[in-house]
């Protein structure tokens, strides 16, 4: 039973516009969702995160909502660039630590 | 600069034979752990460890075992026992339980032939 989903394996967006990459999850016990960006053979790197108790977290370009009767969330990047070119992985928290990851979501932002 | 050290990058084994992958980091963090990733795939959670000499089985323990004997290193032991052991190994590093975030290292692809 996987506890994180994205279901979209890919997104392509042209530059200067809206990217949205989305995520489900089914456990109500976790305490914060998290993205993370991934290039190939590289280990990922942390952007942005939101605690269950929030709605709403933004930094620069990344937003990040949160609909937890829906038991779902979602990143906005605004506006894309070509380096946001990535693996973007969505994950979920426990109070004990243990990170959740989604299967990730290939984001390509064409020039 | 801190950071998470793995090594090597690449790592070439015979089948049967154990290998031991290297995770060292120098930010004081107090929990660390090991993920695997397959192509396509998620990262799936194999060992973690809060405190020295002390560590949980994650998801896909089984074939792998881990040590915590100082608060810098937690070396990951790919056994004969594990079946599919081609992967890509990354392990990662936080401050606390509730601290949220983790450092990653750049992981360590390991080809068993």
């Known amino acids: 039973d996987q506890q994180v989903k994205q279901n979209s394996p890919s997104l392509s967006v042209q530059e200067g516009r809206i990217s949205i990459l989305n995520c489900d999850y089914t456990?109500?016990?976790?305490?914060?969702f998290l993205w993370y960006k991934k290039y190939p053979a590289e280990g990922p790197t942390f952007l942005i995160s939101?605690?269950?108790?929030?709605d709403k977290n933004e930094d620069g370009r990344f937003t990040v909502f949160l609909n937890k009767s829906a038991k779902h969330l979602s990143l906005h990047i605004v506006p894309s660039q070509p380096g946001d070119s990535a693996v973007y992985f969505c994950?979920?928290?426990?109070?004990?630590?243990?990170?959740?990851f989604g299967d990730g979501t290939t984001l390509t932002v064409k020039p | 600069d801190g950071g998470i050290t793995q090594s090597p990058k690449y790592l070439f084994r015979k089948e049967g034979q154990n290998v031991t992958l290297s995770c060292e980091q120098n930010?004081?963090?107090?929990?660390m752990y090991w993920y695997r990733q397959d192509p396509g795939q998620g990262l799936r959670l194999i060992y973690y460890?809060?405190?020295?000499?002390?560590?949980q089985k994650g998801d896909i323990a089984e074939g792998y075992s881990v040590s915590r004997e100082k608060k810098e290193s937690f070396p990951l032991t790919v056994t004969s026992a594990q079946k599919n052991p081609t992967a890509f190994y990354l392990c990662?590093?936080?401050?606390?339980?509730?601290?949220?975030?983790?450092?990653f290292g750049s992981g360590t692809r390991l080809t068993v032939v």
């Open positions: 990662a590093s936080s401050r606390d339980r509730a601290s949220y975030g983790y450092t």
């Open positions: 456990n109500s016990m976790f305490d914060y």
């Open positions: 939101i605690s269950s108790i929030k």
């Open positions: 994950a979920a928290r426990t109070n004990a630590g243990k990170s959740t």
């Open positions: 930010l004081n963090h107090d929990a």
């Open positions: 460890s809060q405190i020295v000499n002390d560590f």
